[in-house]
């Protein structure tokens, strides 16, 4: 009791001091001391497993180091290992052509979406929360069920044999596995999109659309040219961190195809994880580590100067 | 009549898409036994739930499920404390380099998880803490977005309660449990609903950081139970497992979770 009634400014200055208080005195007195008490665990928590990892991380690109050897210095021979290696240009694309399809499907849909949830009408919050389900659900349960949804003898299979134009080959053909894994993705994260979009897309006064109608403009006038420039930083935030997240893909192809068929769906993170946990060459997973980094700050940097740029 | 049922239309066709995986997964799961066929699978004509038993008794899935109810559980708390605390700081202090410390951590946000996997996995080795609850907890606690929303919301608790509660002659730690942590129910509540998500669903820390079934938590075991050779109502009995404590979550605590959504929407 006593070492906090001395933090209080408002007591502290009622006892007598003669001699000029010492920096710790002022600092206890100013309430810095206990908050640098309050922050500690924290900043300990940070610097151990996360902001010393991330250095070692990049530490670790410059060296040669497997589990049971020692470390050895090796400069910049990793990358020029990594640019040379056609598993990790492989790694690269399959993931580019991921996002590619991924994202634009997922923010299209998401949006389609929270346009049809923005209206007011009985049991919208019932539709929400159902929209909402897959998001909360971890992406190795949803990787159990979408594996036999798309499985041969599985439902869509026997939807399309019913039609005649099936079985077909969703994830055992190089050419549907990433469009197939995108439409499961697009069920896994819409809901969440949808979220954000609809926040933003109440937020747009009424009047807006409203005086839009008045001069006669048609729906999808008011929809490019009022609702669309209004949802501008929702729609943004949305894009950016769809970008992120597909970049990152790992979940999904580990459990429902494990890169396959034929290393047509071996993601980035997947190759990453690969060179360090069945391989264990740390030093080489951590390079393909800062290649993922790179990418990462690349588009969050484009995120801040678009920003910038609106406001 | 039309008009009304018009706009539900397009709603219903995306809801009954949303279902049907998960009613997918609920209808095989009490198919136990029972060869596959379409679409008679797909009507749940025969209950049996002996998939569930043989999920909970042919595995480690009791354990599982007390691991990743630790797991989880553990690390809300952790988080909520060392979070609420630092936030308090960086929210109401003035310290030496506050400004640079609490950016910092922002920064991190921007690293991806994956290039400090191999460091984290490195350290818990070295540390002997591999395999363990407490390797499993302790390097996911550093949070930096559960301090940056405990941050913003503890901003906006007026200053003068804190200075009144000071003129009453509080002390800081008393200020902060007594002032602070009752104004912050809400966002103690959205951020715990969250933390307990990403735990209960986390995959890749758990698939590195334990190496003994006894010790997987219910998202890796049922990865190891579809790897092994056990029928597809197993399987999904055991999806059903993993997936039922954050429904019964979700239905209970709906709003946190839209809160969260938002909120992170909205930075």
């Known amino acids: ?311 | 009549m039309r008009r009304r049922l018009l706009p539900h239309l397009p709603l219903a066709l995306v809801a009954v898409a949303t279902v049907f995986p998960f009613y997918v997964m609920v209808v095989l799961s009490v198919q136990h036994g029972r060869p596959l066929s379409l679409p008679g699978s797909l009507l749940p004509i025969h209950i049996d739930f002996g998939a569930y038993a043989e999920a909970l008794a042919g595995s480690d899935m009791g354990r599982w499920i007390g691991n990743t109810v630790a797991y989880s559980g553990i690390s809300v708390v952790l988080v909520l404390v060392f979070a609420s605390i630092a936030a308090y700081a960086f929210a109401k202090k003035r310290f030496f380099g506050s400004k640079v410390l609490f950016w910092t951590f922002i920064a991190m946000l921007m690293v991806p998880y994956h290039l400090t996997l191999i460091p984290q996995f490195i350290l818990i080795s070295k540390l002997g803490l591999l395999d363990t609850m407490t390797g499993l907890i302790v390097p996911t606690l550093a949070n930096a977005q559960a301090l940056f929303l405990m941050r913003q919301f503890i901003i906006g608790i007026p200053d003068e309660l804190i200075e009144a509660a000071k003129i009453d002659g509080a002390g800081e730690v008393r200020i902060f449990f007594q002032i602070i942590l009752p104004q912050c129910k809400p966002i103690l509540a959205t951020l715990g609903v969250f933390v307990f998500l990403w735990h209960w669903n986390d995959f890749l820390w758990p698939l590195v950081a334990t190496r003994s079934p006894g010790n997987y938590v219910l998202t890796v075991g049922l990865y190891s139970l579809q790897a092994k050779d056990v029928s597809l109502a197993v399987t999904m009995a055991a999806a059903v497992i993993t997936f039922l404590p954050i429904l019964l979550v979700y239905l209970l605590l709906q709003r946190y979770f839209v809160r969260g959504v938002t909120m992170s929407g909205m930075k």
């Open chain 1, 1 to 311: 009791m006593a070492t906090e009634l001395l933090t209080d400014p408002a007591t502290a200055s009622r006892t007598k001091r003669t001699a000029a208080p010492s920096r710790w005195q002022r600092m206890r007195r100013d309430g810095s001391a206990i908050a640098l008490v309050f922050v500690l665990p924290y900043v300990l928590l940070f610097l151990v497993f996360r902001i010393g990892p991330a250095i070692a991380g990049m530490l670790l690109s410059l060296v040669k180091y497997r589990i049971t050897g020692t470390i050895q210095w090796r400069g910049l021979e990793n990358f020029q290992r990594l640019f040379a290696d056609s598993l990790f240009w492989n790694a690269l694309q399959v993931t580019i052509v991921y996002t590619l399809i991924a994202v634009p499907l997922t923010v299209v849909v998401s949006l389609a979406m929270a346009q049809l949830c923005a209206r007011s009408i009985r049991g919208i919050k019932v539709y929400r929360a159902l929209y909402f389900l897959p998001v909360i659900t971890s992406l190795i349960t949803s990787g159990v069920i979408w594996q036999w949804i798309y499985s041969g003898d599985g439902p869509l299979n026997w939807f399309f044999s019913a039609i005649g134009v099936g079985p077909l080959p969703w994830l055992s053909s190089g050419a549907m596995v990433l469009p197939s894994l995108s439409l499961m993705s697009v069920w896994t994260r819409f809901g969440y999109d949808m979220l954000i979009l609809l926040a933003g897309l109440l937020a747009i006064p009424r009047e807006y659309s409203e005086a839009a109608m008045v001069d006669g403009a048609s729906a999808w006038d008011r929809f490019w040219r009022v609702t669309l420039p209004q949802l501008k930083p929702a729609l943004f935030f949305v894009v950016i961190l769809e970008l992120i997240q597909s970049f990152q893909v790992f979940d999904i192809v580990y459990v429902m195809t494990g890169g396959g068929p034929v290393r047509s769906s071996y993601s980035l993170v997947f190759f990453l994880y690969d060179q360090g946990f069945h391989y264990f060459d740390f030093g080489y997973a951590s390079a393909a580590g800062v290649v993922l980094f790179a990418i990462t700050l690349v588009v969050s940097l484009w995120q801040r100067r678009l920003f910038r740029e609106d406001s």
